[in-house]
């Protein structure tokens, strides 16, 4: 969650504001997992809470930190700059453009069921069911020995 967190950001940052933007990309990650938990939303690697939720605060993070006497390129808040409504703008771009499209492919898939597996499967596991040692070394038990 912290390496998702400073990933837009370590071009233009000192590493001590890395060490607190990836400490509240932390703080973010659990506070969103939680929260995916308490909503019944199926996310079963924390995807949103990882890529969605700390990708947002890095990106956002970039218009409070950086100072631009340091010539790393950063103009942030805490050290007078304006950058962050250029990143609050960049982020509402990204929701606008990734948004529909994650509906247009999604609805479709989830209206002919084909998001998930039966539950059967999953409760057996894709582990045994596609990735069982019977089918992963299936040729090795019909090749001779040399």
């Given at each position: 969650?912290?390496?998702?967190?400073?990933?837009?950001?370590?071009?233009?940052?000192?590493?001590?504001?890395?060490?607190?933007?990836g400490f509240i990309g932390g703080l973010t990650y659990q506070g969103v997992s939680m929260l995916m938990k308490m909503l019944k939303v199926d996310d079963v690697v924390d995807?949103?809470?990882?890529?969605?939720?700390?990708?947002?605060?890095?990106?956002t993070a970039l218009g409070f930190f950086g100072n631009p006497d340091e010539g790393l390129g950063g103009n942030g808040v805490?050290?007078?700059?304006?950058?962050?409504?250029?990143?609050?703008?960049?982020?509402?771009?990204i929701v606008i453009w990734v948004a529909p499209l994650s509906i247009a492919i999604m609805l479709p898939l989830r209206l002919v069921g084909a998001l998930r597996h039966s539950?059967?499967?999953?409760?057996?596991?894709?582990?045994?069911?596609?990735?069982?040692?019977?089918?992963?070394?299936?040729?090795?038990?019909?090749?001779?020995?040399?």
């Open positions: 969650a912290g390496l998702v967190s400073i990933t837009a950001g370590c071009g233009f940052v000192k590493p001590w504001e890395s060490i607190i933007i995807a949103f809470a990882v890529h969605g939720a700390c990708g947002f605060w890095g990106l805490f050290y007078g700059g304006n950058q962050i409504g250029t990143q609050l703008f960049a982020a509402f771009m539950d059967d499967f999953q409760e057996a596991g894709a582990d045994v069911m596609e990735h069982s040692p019977p089918k992963a070394y299936a040729q090795k038990e019909n090749a001779t020995a040399a």
